[in-house]
């Protein structure tokens, strides 16, 4: 019954902009950390970003924090503004979360704690 559902990837040439959604259902409990993954060419899944549903908190990994930016304008729906992107942020971004967590770094760092995935979208920054 849970869904996520990414949408919004695509191909953008470096310095460009790229917005991602996650659209959500079924998520009943009070408290998620929705966050984004993102999966390089041979590089490991590593968090992104992420947002507390219950106060609005989030935070993003120092490669991103000056260029990302993470929000839910709808209750059911999160959003990733990509801005100056650059080929290494080329991967597949993945929407996720994790029931009963804020939020944290910690959290945003420890994939096995999301219960659930969407599909992913394909993000590929090149000239």
């Known amino acids: 019954q849970v869904q996520l559902v990414e949408s919004g990837g695509g191909l953008v040439q470096p310095g460009g902009s790229q917005r991602l959604a996650c659209a959500t259902s079924?998520?009943?409990?009070?408290?998620?950390?929705i966050a984004w993954f993102r999966q390089a060419p041979g590089k490991e899944r590593q968090g992104v970003s992420c947002?507390?549903?219950?106060?609005?908190?989030s935070y993003s990994k120092d490669s991103v924090k000056d260029r990302f930016t993470i929000s839910r304008d709808n209750p059911n729906t999160i959003y990733l503004q990509m801005d100056n992107l650059k080929p290494e942020d080329t991967g597949i971004y993945y929407c996720?979360?994790?029931?009963?967590?804020?939020?944290?770094?910690?959290?945003?760092?420890?994939?096995?704690?999301?219960?659930?995935w969407g599909q992913g979208t394909q993000v590929a920054v090149s000239s």
């Open positions: 996720a979360a994790a029931e009963n967590y804020y939020c944290t770094a910690p959290v945003l760092s420890d994939a096995g704690l999301y219960d659930y």
């Open positions: 079924g998520l009943t409990s009070k408290a998620y950390s």
């Open positions: 947002i507390s549903t219950e106060d609005g908190s």
